[in-house]
């Protein structure tokens, strides 16, 4: 890993209740507790998008969480901070499965 990579880090929920009320509280929940850690550079977190259903769609999962960290060391504050604990307490119980997928990533620019 590069010293100027990001880390993406992306968590998809499978929920023991997959009715729309259980993925909202979820996403509540997220909004709650994961956005104000110092060293993010997006949050976003949201329901699976039911009317994207290709071949190649994994649709195991019924919330996703998405931040982007300016650096790794941002991300492993956030993985032992109270509001990230708090949350995993909070919630846990709900999930049936969940699958974390941490990325090193270079920003490059994109074409206008």
Known sequence: ?????????????????????????????????????????????????????????????DVGLHIIFRDLAAHDAYQISGPHKQFIE???ATWKHVRVFDTAATQTSTPS
């Open 1 to 61: 890993m590069a010293s100027t990579d990001l880390i993406v880090h992306d968590v998809y929920f499978l929920l023991l209740d997959r009715s729309p009320q259980a993925r909202q509280r979820l996403v509540d929940a997220c909004r709650h507790h994961l956005p104000g850690h110092a060293g993010i550079v997006f949050f976003g977190c949201g329901i699976l998008e039911e009317s994207l259903d290709r071949e190649v769609n994994d649709r195991d999962w």
């Open 90 to 92: 909070e919630n846990q």
